[in-house]
């Protein structure tokens, strides 16, 4: 059971029904994921779905990358919906079976393309040591592009909040769905 209710729009207040009927007519067309709680604080819920829609909508990086990206920092967190959501966008977006597959396993994927790895290799170094080194950040400056790295450091950031999102509020997978995460 999840620690917060649905709102129903009706019992939205004026400015979360603001919030919600913004996110309705955006590139989600849906309430999904920590909205139910954000909306809770509707600023909050405002300002991070604008930065939710440009990080996965209009980042630099191709859907591919965002994706991978997307799914480390939810495999890195345990987040169960987050990668529940995205593991099929991940897919459809290129990233390859085993690559998503290694992921969730806590393996490093067996790479065929080098901005992968090189994504790979910021995340996880970034994760494990809350810092870049040089030699990371130079790679995925000349991989990535300069706006391709803060675009991906903003994507890291914000799912990071959307997967404590999820994980605090238990946001429930729906039903017959076992956990992908061990």
Avoid at 53 to 65: G, T, Y
Wanted: glycine share 6%; aromatic share 8%; charged share 25%.
């Amino acid at each position: 059971m999840p620690r917060i209710s649905t709102l129903t729009p009706e019992q939205m207040s004026s400015e979360q029904r603001r919030v919600h009927d913004d996110i309705m007519a955006g590139p989600r067309g849906r309430l999904g994921g920590p909205f139910q709680a954000w909306l809770r604080s509707p600023a909050l819920a405002d300002r991070a779905q604008k930065l939710g829609e440009h990080l996965r909508f209009k980042s630099a990086l191709p859907p591919r990358l965002s994706e991978l990206a997307i799914l480390l920092t939810a495999r890195h967190w345990t987040a169960q919906f987050e990668w529940y959501a995205h593991a099929p966008m991940a897919r459809d977006a290129g990233l390859a079976d085993e690559v998503i597959e290694a992921v969730r396993q806590r393996r490093r994927p067996s790479f065929e393309r080098e901005d992968e790895a090189v994504l790979y290799d910021f995340c996880v170094e970034l994760y494990e040591s809350c810092r870049v080194g040089e030699a990371t950040y130079q790679r995925a400056v000349t991989h990535l592009s300069e706006q391709g790295v803060v675009d991906l450091v903003g994507i890291l950031g914000y799912y990071a909040l959307v997967s404590m999102t999820l994980n605090v509020f238990e946001t429930p997978l729906p039903e017959g769905v076992s956990p992908p995460l061990t």
